[in-house]
T-cell receptor, first 111, second 114 residues
């Protein structure tokens, strides 16, 4: 079955710097890759997603890139702010609701 | 936020108890999910329901028994749990489980098994 590896497990950056979180997946049939953000004590929420027919997607300070050949995708956050501090989860699926999640990355943005 | 609600928010139970977790979605979705979130582990999908029919059971022990009486409600019945079952149990819903749609999560139930 699908396996998703996420790195790093923790990431600390200064406010205003960029943050990059990387995920690799094992099943080449996977075609949907969402990213969820979970603030402390709160529920996970979708922040951006990408499908396998595109290589990059941007939404303001957040972008996701996908390399299907290498089977990896990354989350890029530019101009980080303290409110970006949270746990970020990547996931993969074969166009269904059965999401396989990565282990999570705890991002700390220092003011 | 009131899209997906879960009760109770916290639960402490002994290994011989029987309890139930409840989830309700007000989004008109057709799919509902149960996830287990343990420290230092990824979110683990437990069950998927589509229009009250179970479509996925991810090798979950029988001491967890889901029930979906209608498309808005989902229960997780618990009995004879083990301490390692202590975790945050999250419910989610989406438009349809057969497509890649955003999943909306509830706030979770923090379960402690003593």
């Amino acid at each position: 079955g699908e396996n998703v590896e996420q790195h790093p497990s923790t990431l600390s950056v200064q406010e205003g710097d960029s943050a990059v979180i990387k995920c690799t997946y094992s099943d080449s049939a996977s075609n949907y890759f969402p990213w969820y953000k979970q603030e402390l004590g709160k529920r996970p929420q979708l922040i951006i997603d990408i499908r396998s027919n595109v290589g990059e997607k941007k939404d303001q300070r957040i972008a996701v890139t996908l390399n299907k050949t290498a089977k990896h995708f990354s989350l890029h956050i530019t101009e980080t702010q303290p409110e970006d501090s949270a746990v970020y989860f990547c996931a993969a699926s074969i166009d269904t609701g059965k999401l396989i999640f990565g282990q999570g990355t705890t991002l700390q943005v220092k003011p | 936020e009131t899209g997906v609600t879960q009760t109770p928010r916290h639960l402490v139970m002994g290994m011989t108890n029987k309890k139930s977790l409840k989830c309700e979605q007000h989004l008109g979705h057709n799919a509902m999910y149960w996830y287990k979130q343990s420290a230092k582990k990824p979110l683990e999908l437990m069950f998927v329901y589509s229009l009250e029919e179970r479509v996925e059971n991810n090798s979950v022990p029988s001491r967890f028994s889901p029930e979906c009486p209608n498309s808005s409600h989902l229960f997780l019945h618990l009995h004879t749990l083990q301490p390692e079952d202590s975790a945050l149990y999250l419910c989610a819903s989406s438009q349809d489980p057969r497509g890649a749609y955003e999943q909306y999560f509830g706030p979770g139930t923090r379960l402690t098994v003593t």
